[in-house]
């Protein structure tokens, strides 16, 4: 078997046997074909496509190349999260304790943010203790006495995802359906839930900009875990504008506690009460509205945010010292108006060029940099009002007239969208 003759078919649009993809994974994963030759590959998937079997191929071969955790000693409901990232998605933080204080063990395994999107870890990172490595059994005993645990992605779990991602990050083909598509069920199936929910994020701040090409890609996962009788629903959630008040990691981390305080943005909480619904009501097999019930419920008794300090606790993290230290600079607002708009985007671009995102995993970041939205959608604003506050150890030029454009401010008032869009199973 020779790569270039596999290379040459996939370029003729041709389906592709089992064997050619393993062979070609397996292949680059050993060093036997190098980065050149494997980059012809994906930009002939990316150009081309594959078909949802060959999808699954890749995905079941992406799995077979690292280990596979099993969960089966835990004697509770399980389902993992996943969210394809967005800019201010804290998400993970509020939902994790919200369902392990309903009795619903929450394994997760998270990344660091590349290019202008955030990660959970380096939000993570900013609380000074928490462990983000933890040994299997450690993890395992932690979804035991806990309920749900937060580490970082293992080294030996789709060992070939993780080499083709940065390959396809540094060549530009990251946008292309089937292959987020297995890069991201490789990892989940081999985290070893049956029951996978999945936050896609569309809109000017997401990678999937469409809600026509962000339901071709739910669709498509919600079809491989098929294959692995894994109950996989995604819900699309709009990201053209920020999600929640803090942009930043330690500011993210602050946001999330004032969450479990009653101190909350609307979309922010509507938002995480319908994902921890979903995952509750699928895993105890109850119906939606007693899941929304029941995380009211968790919330204003306080068990939420009791499990969160729990759970933050057992990691070793200490929230008191959280690493916050920073400048602050006041942008007031140089119009009156309404907030019918906030650029997300351009927002984020403005938060990695303050030093809270990275390019390379190994770039080091400022984990207190960031900004707090003082005022959000659909707001009212006079002139002279605080639009928001930026966090910053080195400065940006012109970065509080950049902050402010990121405001559309009209006379009259729009009606913000919904942030649910629709739910895929």
């Given amino acids: 078997m020779k790569a270039i003759e596999i290379i040459e078919k996939k370029q003729k649009n041709e389906k592709l046997e089992y064997k050619e993809i393993e062979y070609m994974v397996n292949s680059y994963i050993k060093n036997k074909i190098n980065d050149d030759t494997m980059s012809q590959f994906v930009w002939a998937i990316y150009n081309n496509g594959l078909s949802i079997e060959e999808t699954y191929f890749l995905t079941d071969v992406m799995i077979k190349s690292g280990e596979t955790i099993d969960l089966s000693s835990i004697n509770k409901p399980i389902v993992d999260k996943h969210s394809t990232g967005g800019v201010g998605d804290k998400v993970t933080l509020i939902v994790s304790p919200i369902v392990a204080a309903a009795g619903v063990c929450v394994p997760k395994m998270s990344g660091r943010g590349l290019g202008l999107t955030g990660g959970t870890i380096d939000k993570l990172e900013s609380i000074p203790g928490y462990k983000l490595s933890l040994s299997r059994g450690s993890f395992v005993e932690e979804l035991k006495k806990v309920g749900c645990a937060v580490i970082s992605q293992s080294e030996k779990i789709a060992v070939a995802d993780k080499k083709i991602y940065a390959l396809r990050n540094e060549i530009g083909a990251v946008d292309s359906i089937p292959l987020i598509a297995s890069s991201i069920m490789s990892k989940k199936i081999a985290s070893g839930s049956d029951i996978i929910i999945i936050d896609l994020k569309v809109g000017k701040g997401a990678f999937m900009k469409t809600i026509k090409d962000a ?57 995480s009460v319908y994902i921890s619904s979903l995952m509750i009501s699928t895993a105890k097999k109850i119906s939606f509205s007693k ?135």
């Fill in 291 to 425: 899941a929304k019930k029941l995380v009211i419920n968790l919330l204003e008794s306080g068990h939420a945010k009791n499990k969160f300090y729990e759970w933050i606790r057992y990691q070793g993290g200490d929230l008191t010292k959280i690493r916050d230290k920073a400048k602050k600079y006041i942008v007031v607002s140089t119009k009156s108006g309404y907030i019918n708009n906030i650029d997300s985007l351009k927002l984020s671009q403005l938060v990695f060029d303050l030093g809270a995102g990275r390019i390379k995993k190994t770039d080091k970041i400022d984990y207190a940099s960031g900004v707090l939205l003082n005022k959000t959608i659909g707001d009212r604003v006079i002139k002279g009002d605080i639009l928001g506050v930026i966090f910053y150890n080195k400065k940006v030029e012109d970065m509080d007239k950049i902050f402010e454009s990121c405001f559309k401010i009209e006379p009259k008032k729009k009606r913000p969208k919904k942030i649910i869009i629709k739910t895929i199973k």
């Fill in 215 to 271: 339901t071709l890609l739910a669709k498509t996962m919600v079809k491989i875990g098929a294959f692995y009788n894994k109950k996989v629903i995604c819900t699309l959630s709009d990201m053209n504008i920020p999600l929640g008040r803090n942009i930043g990691n330690a500011l993210e981390v602050k946001e999330a506690i004032d969450f479990f305080k009653g101190k909350y943005d609307k979309r922010l909480y509507e938002l």
